[in-house]
Nanobody
């Protein structure tokens, strides 16, 4: 049984940092591209970042480029999202997802594409 479990969310002031984790069980990162998405209240789900299978390529949405860094630790089967210089507009529930198409062709959310999802972790940034 595959599980993705996010952690690391919380409340911070603008300019602060958080590191999100997504720990996988029953799944190996070698078989998937891994994505971070976010969804704010009343808004559509938004692609944030993607790391291709075996970590060869990282892609970012323009809104987070140069502030967020995606990485993965295969030994720990854990995906990370380091978020620096946080802004109030980064406030959302953040989700990790496994994409069976391994090359991060798309950052944006495509309904029905992702095989596994985590439960989400709340990030709140105050001004």
């Amino acid at each position: 049984q595959v599980q993705l479990v996010e952690s690391g969310g919380g409340s911070v002031q603008a300019g602060g940092s958080l590191r999100l984790s997504c720990t996988a069980s029953g799944l190996t990162f070698d078989d998937y591209a891994m994505h971070w998405f976010r969804q704010a209240p009343g808004k559509e789900r938004e692609g944030v970042s993607c790391i291709s299978w075996r970590g060869g390529r990282m892609s970012y949405a323009d809104s987070v480029k140069d502030r967020f860094t995606i990485s993965q630790d295969n030994a720990k089967n854990t995906l990370y999202l380091q978020m620096n210089s946080l802004k109030p507009e980064d406030t959302a529930v953040y989700y990790c997802a496994a994409d069976p198409s391994p090359f991060c062709t798309y950052i944006s959310y495509i309904p029905g594409r992702y095989k596994y999802w985590g439960q989400g972790t709340q990030v709140t940034v105050s001004s």
